[in-house]
């Protein structure tokens, strides 16, 4: 059984940083793209980030593009958070795409966690 577990998550002051990781188990993945998402309330989710099965190919939204970097090791995933700021506020999901590489779209994703809340105060 394929499991997502994130960690991280938390409360941070405007300016502050955070890192998240998701551990996935249940299978190999090293040969699987991965990525973060977020949900704000009220929204839908959105993509954050995804990098591809080697690590060499990575992607972000514009809004976090040189604050946010997403990284793999194994079976972990990270998302590195600097200089957060109040919009960025969500609950982030880990997710696996069984395939190599990446993709910006929420749909071509197989498997997620359960999420983390971050919550950044202005």
């Known amino acids: 059984q394929v499991q997502l577990v994130e960690s991280g998550g938390g409360l941070v002051q405007a300016g502050g940083s955070l890192r998240l990781s998701c551990a996935a188990s249940g299978r190999t993945f090293r040969t699987y793209a991965m990525g973060w998402f977020r949900q704000a309330p009220g929204k839908e989710r959105e993509f954050v980030a995804t990098?591809?099965?080697?690590?060499?190919t990575t992607d972000y939204v514009d809004s976090v593009k040189g604050r946010f970097t997403i990284s793999r090791d194994k079976n972990m995933v990270y998302l590195q958070m600097n200089r957060l700021k109040p919009e960025d506020t969500a609950v982030y999901y880990c997710?696996?795409?069984?395939?190599?590489?990446?993709?910006?779209?929420?749909?071509?994703?197989?498997?997620w966690g359960q999420g983390t809340q971050v919550t950044v105060s202005s």
């Open positions: 990098i591809n099965w080697s690590g060499g």
């Open positions: 997710a696996v795409r069984t395939e190599m590489v990446i993709s910006t779209n929420a749909r071509n994703y197989d498997y």
